[in-house]
């Protein structure tokens, strides 16, 4: 089946692994067919920073121009790809910001008393991060793929399902290992992931 895919991609630079992720899932769902839409964050200058004032209500957040075209973004794709790395356990910040401002309540979710209800249910998601932790120290830390895969995307807004793959260890890995990560992103594109 064919998908409406929206890339969403947040490094700074396109000269390094999780861009080279990036490309082989472009031409993998390209060469299957599938529809794309790219959201480069660090490429278009997205702006994290959230502002609260007499002018700018929280409650009205899911109205602001200024994010509707990612609202409609997300609301042609029935996949969204997320690809970023871990750094301090956590994701970019560019990346925490657009979904703040975009998962907004009211546009993504609301709460049924003290349950919340996704308004984003038959849509699916991949997330796909890089770290540079080692095994043995990756135990103790958060990973923010897992908050974002089970606490925003399933929980809240009803994304469902959600993979989440992990390139782990990077600086510590054999070209021959990051070659069949690399064919096995091309591989999940052309699948339809």
Same mark, same amino acid.
């Given at each position: 089946?064919?998908?409406?895919?929206?890339?969403?991609?947040?490094?700074?630079?396109?000269?390094?692994?999780?861009?080279?992720?990036?490309?082989?899932?472009?031409?993998?769902?390209?060469?299957?067919?599938?529809?794309?839409?790219?959201?480069?964050?660090?490429?278009?200058?997205?702006?994290?920073?959230?502002?609260?004032?007499?002018?700018?209500?929280?409650?009205?957040?899911?109205?602001?121009?200024?994010?509707?075209?990612?609202?409609?973004?997300?609301?042609?794709?029935?996949?969204?790809?997320?690809? !970023?790395?871990?750094?301090? @356990?956590?994701? /970019?910040?560019?990346? =925490?910001?657009?979904?703040? $401002?975009?998962?907004?309540? %009211?546009?993504?979710?609301?709460?049924?008393?003290?349950?919340?209800?996704?308004?984003?249910?038959?849509?699916?998601?991949?997330?796909?991060?890089?770290?540079?932790?080692?095994?043995?120290?990756?135990?103790?830390?958060?990973?923010?793929?897992?908050?974002?895969?089970?606490?925003?995307?399933?929980?809240?807004?009803?994304?469902?399902?959600?993979?989440?793959?992990? !390139?782990?260890?990077?600086? @510590?890995?054999? /070209?021959?290992?990051? =070659?069949?990560?690399?064919? $096995?992103?091309?591989?999940? %594109?052309?699948?339809?992931?």
């Amino acid at each position: 089946m064919k998908k409406n895919v929206l890339l969403i991609f947040a490094y700074p630079t396109h000269d390094n692994l999780n861009y080279a992720i990036y490309e082989q899932i472009k031409k993998g769902l390209e060469e299957g067919g599938h529809q794309i839409k790219i959201l480069d964050l660090y490429a278009e200058k997205f702006d994290p920073v959230l502002i609260f004032n007499q002018e700018q209500r929280r409650r009205d957040i899911q109205h602001r121009p200024e994010t509707k075209r990612y609202r409609e973004q997300i609301l042609w794709a029935n996949h969204l790809v997320f690809i !970023f790395p871990i750094w301090w @356990g956590g994701m /970019p910040a560019i990346l =925490k910001g657009y979904i703040d $401002k975009v998962f907004a309540t %009211g546009f993504a979710y609301h709460f049924e008393g003290v349950l919340p209800r996704g308004h984003l249910r038959g849509k699916t998601a991949w997330i796909i991060t890089t770290d540079d932790t080692p095994a043995p120290v990756g135990f103790f830390m958060q990973d923010y793929g897992k908050v974002l895969k089970k606490q925003i995307l399933s929980t809240m807004t009803g994304i469902k399902p959600t993979k989440h793959l992990k !390139f782990t260890y990077v600086k @510590g890995r054999k /070209p021959e290992t990051i =070659k069949r990560w690399l064919a $096995k992103c091309y591989q999940l %594109g052309r699948n339809g992931l």
